[in-house]
């Protein structure tokens, strides 16, 4: 059996050697990467070929890749590397790994033309001044093959490893069954969505109901098509850890590291998986980045085996990195390589510097996508497509830098002074790019780099601070458009932030989409389908489904208080009519509720209203910022034959992502339409929706709001056995634009308030 692998793949893995250097350097952006490469493939002769694709076969291995360029009239092949600073600080265990990749081009080349020997040049382009630094060598074919069969050779054993593994992973898949009786109701019809989808390579956004089991629902037929469709790996992304854990659970639950012969491995932000906070993430500081490549092979293989058997989670995969001495951060980065499942956070795929997109797209991986929980995935789009820029993170950055860059950021400065005077009121829309702060932006970011390139070394945190947005702020700036704006908030006298804020994260999106085989949106609150279409940019053929609910009305109560206001004139007059409200229904039918809310503030003087005219009714509230432990402990109250009313914010921790079944919740009141606050910055953003898709209150405020509102709604009825009530108190419920909004299997009962109150 074949195995194929990329050139630069089978250089890292056989050439790669020393310490992991992790620490700050002024490394150029993809964008700069690509313009760099471009810059030089254009200064070359008429004759120059560039991206020239090589292949070539040394045994059952196969090996792909591209040359960077190659010049027939000198007979000479080139791999360009673009960099900032200074060319003696780039690592020599760096062009270690670039010479064996362009003597890998060189020897395809050799035997792609039949030559007796080639010329080979490892060009380093310095992104500031435009300057080559040009490395050459002569190497015979003879030679090259050696070193190319070396290489080969090193790699073959693990390949035909890796060759055994996936045949067996995708000999199990195909026998896989689903780890259940049966299927539970819906949960049937969303497996048979996400199949077609991996089986026609289309994407799918799947509305399902909360407690059906999505997570197994999806994931079963995701796995099911690996084999055959020839799918490489799976990724499931979640917003939240919860997310993350129930997909380890049902992989866990389908045979996953046992009898599937699937390795899963869960990503972890790397704060949380630092084992050294406190120390540089390099040789000479940390232990466990010393001499990291040279202990790799022996941590990866011992990792591969541990997979056979268990899942590769955050905790299994720490305790193994670290009986290695290794970085367990850095060994998870290196297993999403050699894993069919990875479980991560959104960003892994979605944002701008994606390791996993940018690992598909050099690996010419073929992948299938789920994501969980999908109507988060705005919000969190835009912010990953978002910077600002705050003056006194500028005056902050300033005060202890040394001088160059000092008065570098006092042009900025006195630059921004220009803009805040050009737009005086507190919010304010641009019209434009602000061109002379960008200009000093780009200034201070390239004196940064001088310096950083003369006194290599840690920054002050304030000021790698600010460099790092404005580098954000660079570079989306060079993207800017109609999907974004450009806005200042003044706060006081000497303050303003100046914000790149996304509204549309469509363009930057829809290339992920694009590169993958087929990606899955799931989500209890996904309608209307055109929201989430229009705003991720999803391809135009991407399917809808709408998967029935197995639970019946008779077992959810659903009642609008409809006498009562929570907007935010009429909320002191609400507090007393929501309490007795609450205290009715808790005294006729005593368990465990949930009481959601806009703000905590609002969610306090319900509270308060509750203990002094109800103090016979059990309450406890979710605090600011907790921890998660005190989520844990706030969650653990709700236990079967429990009582009492916990208090939530809408949105927050509580109000989705959360399972507490049969007795543990019998109620939820929902004291909102979830609305976003209406600000100077929610407005613009209803004005840019209204333009470009004639629906700016609807997807600015409606459709946002009523998805919370469901999600919490929906902690309530998870099994098909269960029972409860929901109560949704504002009068705008009874609105037929709202009612639309709710799932259809509910039947609201409207209610006047007056009829609900105890007094």
Sequence with gaps: MKYTVAVRALCEFTAKQGDLDQRFTPSPSAQEGIAGHAAVQARRGAGYRSEVALEGGWGDLQVRGRADGYDPDQNLVEEIKTYRGKFDAIPD?????????????GHLLCRQLDLDRIHLALVYYEIGSGQETVLRETQDAPALAALFA????????????????????????????????DFRPGQRQLAENVYRANASGRCLLAQAPTGIGKTVGSLFPALKALPEQGLDKLFFLAAKTPGRRLALDAAASLGAGRTMALRVL???????????????????????????????????????????????????????????????????????????????????YFDGGAMLYALAQSNGWRASVLVDEAHNMVARARAMYSVELDRAGLRAARANAPEPVRKALERVGRAWTGVDKDAPAPYQVLPELPGKLLDTLQNATSTVN?????FPGPLDPELQRFYFDALGFIRLAESFGDHSLCDLVRAGVRDSTISIRNVVPAPFLAPRFAGAHSATLFSATLGPWHYFCDLLGMPPDTAWADVASPFSASQLEVHVATGISTRYQQRAASLVPIADLIARQYLAREGNYLAFFSSFDYLEQVLAQLAARHPQVPAWRQERRMSEAERAEFLARFVPGGRGVGFAVLGGSFGEGIDLPGERLIGAFVATLGLPQVNPVNEQLRERMGAMFGAGYDYTYLYPGMQKVVQAAGRVIRTETDRGVVWLIDDRFARAEVRALLPAWWDVDRRPAASTIAT
Excluded at 450 to 454: K, P, R, V
């Design 93 to 105: 265990n760096h062009r270690h790994l670039h010479w064996a990749q362009v003597r890998v081009y």
């Design 150 to 181: 070396g290489l080969c050779e090193r790699f073959s054993d693990w390949a035909r490893s890796e060759a055994a593994h996936r045949a067996a992973r995708d000999s199990a898949l195909a026998a896989l069954r689903f780890p259940h009786a």
């Design 266 to 348: 869960e990503l972890s932000a790397r704060d949380k998986a630092c084992e050294h906070p406190d120390k540089a993430c390099q040789g000479e500081s940390c232990p466990l980045a010393r001499g990291f490549y040279d202990r790799l092979p022996a941590a990866r293989a011992a990792a591969v085996q541990a997979a056979a058997a268990s899942l590769l989670d955050r905790e299994a995969l720490r305790a193994l990195a670290l009986a290695h001495d290794v970085c367990p951060y850095y060994l998870g980065s290196e297993m999403a390589r050699w894993s069919d499942m990875v479980v991560g956070d959104y960003n892994y």
């Design 450 to 454: 001088d310096f950083l390139a003369e």
